[in-house]
């Protein structure tokens, strides 16, 4: 089927790439050319495992190709809308800037019968307010929310655990049509929920926001455990034997960030305010504050074992990215403290796998550098995201590196016994 993917950031890349490997033909198009430019080269604009690969094969096999012109999703039948939808400073909102106008450029290039499906996480009424404008067409509009997960995203589109529709009553062309494109990456197992317009952009911010309370859950036990001396990880394992609770996504440490959780779980709370029911989701400000303060207690800890100043100290950052395997800083709890450690006087060196690109974009009045780079000489050392490589660390190699062996880890991702043996003065978050 020939397919146009709108928007080829983090979500649409991925997308377009994934949907040309399960054999359609399809064009991604974004308004930034050098984005268009790296992938039309077959190169990933960030880092994400497996999609060069995906881009490669796909461009060789004639089945993918990028464009800045919007005039190229003509032809298709089926064009996906995957803009970002940022949080807006003011409000706390979502900004639909993207989204209307990725669908006002689109719509003159729709053919009677294509079905435009956003993709995009929009606040509930979205999808009703588009349909407006989409019908004069003769097109039809869906709402394909995406649960896929940086790290991890080819593999959870091409092998979705579930799919979405949002419809219109009586409009099973759309349904056929949808069907039709993930024919290929569903199994007779993959459950396919089709529902309205609003349970749809409703189950996916109800998704993030349900994830993110579990995650401010965890460390707001984390912060009941700091001031008892009880540990939240075995916490954490003991409740998560309990089928009902389940033990992902309650690892404590230094929170949550990302281009999605945060803005969600804010741009929930706004749309809720504007439909009069601020209340029902009152308690997401309560877990967005819990959050941040994960932020600040990580710090707090790294003064505290440098004797109460980090002024003139060095402070190896491990870590980066809002989370392993991934090159996105955006909302990171990790750069975020880098930067602060850096505010309160401190000689940073940060350093990710992946990241360091992005953070220097962002914050070039930093240090970055190898993970070498980082320990010589630090006085104390930060885990911030857990990559396998600095979960692998040797803690008895490295105590020779640096200046004093103080390791805070914000991730609770380390073995605190063989740091200790190690002669290592280990802090995590919420553990004893
Ligand atoms: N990043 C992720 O893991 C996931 C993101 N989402 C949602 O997907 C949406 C996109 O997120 P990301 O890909 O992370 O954002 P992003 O910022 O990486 O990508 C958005 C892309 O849209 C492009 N764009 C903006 N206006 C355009 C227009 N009028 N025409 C064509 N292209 C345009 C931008 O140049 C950019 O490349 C958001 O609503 C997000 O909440 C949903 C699930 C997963
Ligand atoms: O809407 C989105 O964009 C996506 O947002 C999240 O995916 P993602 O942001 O890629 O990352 P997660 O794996 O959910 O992690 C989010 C943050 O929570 C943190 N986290 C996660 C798990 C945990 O136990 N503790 C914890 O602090 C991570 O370090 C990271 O900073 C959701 O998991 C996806 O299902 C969703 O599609």
Not at 61 to 74: E, K, N, P, W, Y
Not at 130 to 136: A, H, N, Q, R
Request: proline content about 4%.
């Amino acid at each position: 089927m020939k397919i146009s993917v709108i928007g080829c950031g983090y979500l649409g890349a991925v997308h377009a790439a994934s949907m040309a490997s399960l054999g359609h033909d399809v064009v991604g198009i974004d308004v930034d050319a050098a984005k268009i430019g790296a992938l039309s080269e077959g190169q990933a604009p960030f880092y994400e495992p497996g999609l060069p690969q995906l881009l490669t094969e796909g461009i060789a096999s004639g089945r993918l190709r990028f464009s800045t012109d919007i005039a190229d999703a003509a032809g298709s039948r089926v064009h996906f809308v995957a803009v970002g939808t940022p949080q807006m400073k003011t409000s706390g909102g979502a900004d639909l800037t993207y989204v209307d106008a990725a669908f006002t450029s689109l719509l003159p290039h729709v053919a009677s019968g294509d079905l435009l499906v956003g993709k995009s996480t929009v606040p509930v009424g979205t999808a009703a307010r588009l349909s407006e404008l989409v019908e004069p067409t003769g097109a039809l509009l869906a709402w394909n929310p995406e649960f896929l997960r940086e790290g991890f995203a080819v593999q959870d589109t091409v092998s979705p655990d579930r799919l979405v529709y949002g419809v219109q009553a009586g409009q099973q062309a759309s349904v056929d049509l949808l069907n039709e494109v993930y024919a290929a990456a569903v199994s007779a197992d993959t459950p396919v929920v089709v529902t309205d317009f609003a349970t749809a952009e409703l189950v996916k911010v109800a998704a993030n926001a349900f994830l993110a309370t579990k995650i401010s859950f965890i460390n707001a036990m984390a912060e009941i455990a700091e001031v008892t001396g009880a540990d939240v990880t075995q916490l954490a394992d003991a409740i998560g034997y309990d089928a009902r609770i389940g033990r992902r996504f309650l690892n404590a440490g230094v929170g949550f960030g990302g281009g999605c959780l945060p803005k969600d779980i804010r741009a929930f709370t706004a749309r809720a305010e504007e439909l009069g029911r601020g209340e029902s989701v009152a308690f997401l400000k309560e877990v967005d504050a819990i959050n941040l303060r994960r932020r600040q207690r990580a710090l707090d800890v790294v003064v505290e074992e440098l004797g109460g100043s980090v002024y003139r100290k060095k402070v190896a950052v491990l870590g980066l990215a809002f989370k392993p395997d991934s090159d996105d800083v955006r909302d990171s709890p990790a750069l975020d403290v880098a930067v602060q450690l850096h505010g309160l006087g401190a000689h940073v060196v940060g350093t990710d796998p992946e990241a360091i690109p992005n953070s220097q974009r962002l914050h070039p009045q930093l240090t970055f550098g190898t993970l070498d780079e980082a320990l010589d000489g630090a006085d104390a050392v930060v885990l911030l995201t857990e990559w396998k490589q600095y979960r692998a660390l040797d803690p008895s190699a490295i105590a020779a590196q640096v200046s004093q062996p103080i390791l805070v880890d914000g991730r609770n991702a380390l073995d605190p016994a063989a740091w200790r043996a190690a002669g290592w003065t280990y802090r995590g978050l919420g553990r004893r």
